[in-house]
């Protein structure tokens, strides 16, 4: 699916929270029919998902830690989605500078950062090093609650 100008103000009207399809139609001045059938598209296309985010510091016993990766490797994309499968990573991203790879990752009561690294990090290949940055305050941080 191309995407337009039409498509992204969609876009940007969800990013906020779920607003009907009635209330954004009324803000770009198109039927309720088309924003539904751009949302649509945008969703079969894989462009747009939608989900529910939250504040990991309003929610108790939950922390987010940020860790850089560095690889044996340069198969950054191929490692970085293998990342992307582990238990509670939200985001991996592909970076330059002194790590490789930067991994956002939630953790639960019961699931803390050393499982995170005995459980699930030490059973992938080609990891040189890692290190981890505890998030005391995030300003506009919101990740996907992961079961």
Known sequence: MKMDET???IIKH???????FKKIAEKLSLSENTVRSRVSKLKKAGILEVSALV???AVPRHRVVMVGVKLKTMDLVRKGEEFSRLRGVVSVS???GRYDLILVV??????ELLEFYTEEVAHLKD???VETFVVYKGFNLRVPYIL
């Open 106 to 111: 939630f953790l639960k009561e019961g699931y």
């Open 94 to 96: 592909v970076v330059t």
């Open 127 to 129: 990891v040189q090093s």
């Open 7 to 9: 498509s992204i103000a």
């Open 14 to 20: 969800l990013r906020d929270g779920r607003k009907s």
């Open 55 to 57: 504040d990991p510091g």
